[in-house]
């Protein structure tokens, strides 16, 4: 049973650790090749949560669907924030770390007014178990 548990904890650990590391590579990437401290990153990431609630809760669609056309609908609003806020302040830090915290401001406000600040979850994507342990299957009968 402990043994499950730990493989259960790295892999949790793991996935973890990818997202955190996805997150920082985007930081590192963005200020290394424009020179932008882009600080609303956790705000479009949490747009994207509730683009995806809306998507899959409200309006029905598969969990799945939803996932998909979320990472459409946030890689079309990357260019576009790009565009129009931070590229006419392209080499000016302090402009353009201004721009981030009112995009980052901007984005929070409206959406804890328009959906409230409490907690929304959508379905299990996948439910069941997995069990790692291969001498005794899940389905047989004991």
């Known amino acids: 049973m402990t043994l499950t548990l730990a493989v259960g904890a790295i892999i949790n650990l793991l996935f973890l650790a990818s997202m955190y590391i996805l997150i ?5 990437l963005l200020f290394s ?3 932008i401290l882009h600080v609303a990153h ?3 990431y949490m747009l994207g949560g509730y683009i995806c609630y809306s998507l899959s809760v409200t ?3 598969n969990q799945w669907l939803s996932l998909v056309m979320t990472v459409a609908i ?3 609003f990357g260019p576009v924030l790009e565009r129009f806020f931070f590229r006419p302040f392209f080499r000016d830090f302090d402009r353009t770390l201004l721009v981030g915290i009112g995009i980052s401001t901007i984005i929070e406000t409206t959406m804890v007014l328009s959906k409230s600040n409490e907690a929304q979850s959508i379905h299990a994507f996948a439910t069941g178990i997995l069990k790692m342990d ?9």
């Open 24 to 28: 920082a590579l985007g930081f590192a």
């Open 33 to 35: 090749i424009m020179e």
């Open 42 to 44: 956790g705000v479009i």
């Open 59 to 61: 309006l029905g669609i």
């Open 74 to 76: 946030v890689c079309c």
């Open 134 to 142: 291969r001498s005794r299957s899940a389905t047989s009968a004991s």
